[in-house]
């Protein structure tokens, strides 16, 4: 079992930048894969990016493909997701997720995730 913890949301003007972490607790770690959702108000969730357990490849939704960017440290237990050229359309609570096992393909619907973290709040303003 894992618990995940966001952190790093905030308020940032239109084209601006933010990093997400998530934080997990657990000896296994590494061998979970890792995905980014985000949840807009009167919207279901959705797929931002996920990640392979080594970190060594990631998978992003086309609408922020070329703008975020996610790693991951398992040493620290952590993940990344880097955000640039942030648009208004990206405003959402953005929260991580974990699945166990080391992964074989892209994992992009919400229900493939056994954990999940709080959520943390961005905020883009026009």
């Known amino acids: 079992q894992v618990q995940l913890v966001e952190s790093g949301g905030g308020l940032v003007q239109n084209g601006g930048s933010l990093r997400l972490s998530c934080a997990a607790s657990?000896?296994?770690?590494?061998?979970?894969?890792m995905g980014w959702f985000r949840q807009a108000p009167g919207k279901e969730r959705e797929f931002v990016a996920d990640?392979?357990?080594?970190?060594?490849?990631?998978n992003f939704a086309e609408s922020v493909k070329g703008r975020f960017t996610s790693s991951r440290d398992n040493a620290k237990s952590t993940m990344y997701l880097q955000m640039q050229s942030l648009k208004p359309g990206d405003a959402a609570v953005y929260y991580c997720?974990?699945?166990?096992?080391?992964?074989?393909?892209?994992?992009?619907?919400?229900?493939?995730?056994?954990?999940w973290g709080q959520g943390t709040q961005v905020t883009v303003s026009s």
């Open positions: 990640i392979s357990w080594s970190g060594a490849d990631t």
């Open positions: 657990g000896r296994t770690y590494y061998s979970y894969t």
């Open positions: 997720a974990a699945r166990p096992g080391y992964g074989s393909r892209w994992y992009t619907s919400p229900y493939e995730y056994d954990y």
